[in-house]
T-cell receptor, first 117, second 112 residues
């Protein structure tokens, strides 16, 4: 299957700093990527849809100024957690949408563990 | 909005046993996807289903897209210890946004 990478895999930062997470589709182009957040023992919660060349679409309750998303190319989307606080600590996972042919599938990155001290 | 009910929530089985889990939806989906997630990792796609009634296998895994388009099941035959993990179903509706609705997950534990 298709490969999606995330960087970094884990990050620890001080409260008030900003953290950028990269999501790359390595062997296919993705006009759409998604950013999820996952709490322990819970399912994935969609935060926003990242569209190449246009503004991201945020889910209800997700602050767009807090979680900045940029999708500058067909293989890269970035999520920046601005002025991070301990409550932002979580597992962040991206996915890339592959619509080649008649299929419509999402492939996930390995996730980024964010810990805010 | 659309919701998915995944069951069972957890399973503890003996190695070699078969496993079955399913998802039901309150509305129609056009695509059903099954993922497995290991601790600290992202979900890995197991099987993708695109047509009502479709039955697809991937090794010891078999999944079906329900005729009503409101349900799907995943079977694992002859379970082995490395099958341990959390299995998620995900459905995609008729909108072209690509958004997925996830089930709550089924935690599988396999006793050697």
């Amino acid at each position: 299957g298709a490969v999606v990478s995330q960087h970094p895999s884990r990050v620890i930062c001080k409260s008030g700093t900003s953290v950028k997470i990269e999501c790359r589709s390595l062997d296919f182009q993705a006009t759409t990527m998604f950013w999820y957040r996952q709490f322990p023992k819970q399912s994935l919660m969609l935060m926003a849809t990242s569209n190449e060349g246009s503004k991201a679409t945020y889910e209800q309750g997700v602050e767009k100024d807090k979680f900045l998303i940029n999708h500058a190319s067909l293989t890269l989307s970035t999520l920046t957690v601005t002025s991070a606080h301990p409550e932002d600590s979580s597992f962040y996972i991206c996915s890339a949408r592959d619509t080649l042919g008649y299929t419509d599938t999402q492939y996930f990155g390995p996730g980024t563990r964010l810990t805010v001290l | 909005g659309q919701q998915l009910n995944q069951s069972p929530q957890s399973m503890f089985i003996q190695e070699g046993e078969d496993v079955s889990m399913n998802c039901t939806s309150s509305s129609i989906f056009n695509t059903w996807l099954w993922y497995k997630q290991d601790p600290g990792e992202g979900p890995v796609l197991l099987i993708a289903l695109y047509k009502a009634g479709e039955l697809t296998s991937n090794g010891r895994l078999t999944a079906q897209f329900g005729i009503t388009r409101k349900d799907s099941f995943l079977n694992i035959s002859a379970s082995i210890p490395s099958d341990v993990g959390i299995y998620f179903c995900a459905g995609q509706g008729s909108s072209n946004t690509g958004k997925l609705i996830f089930g709550q997950g089924t935690t599988l534990q396999v006793k050697p």
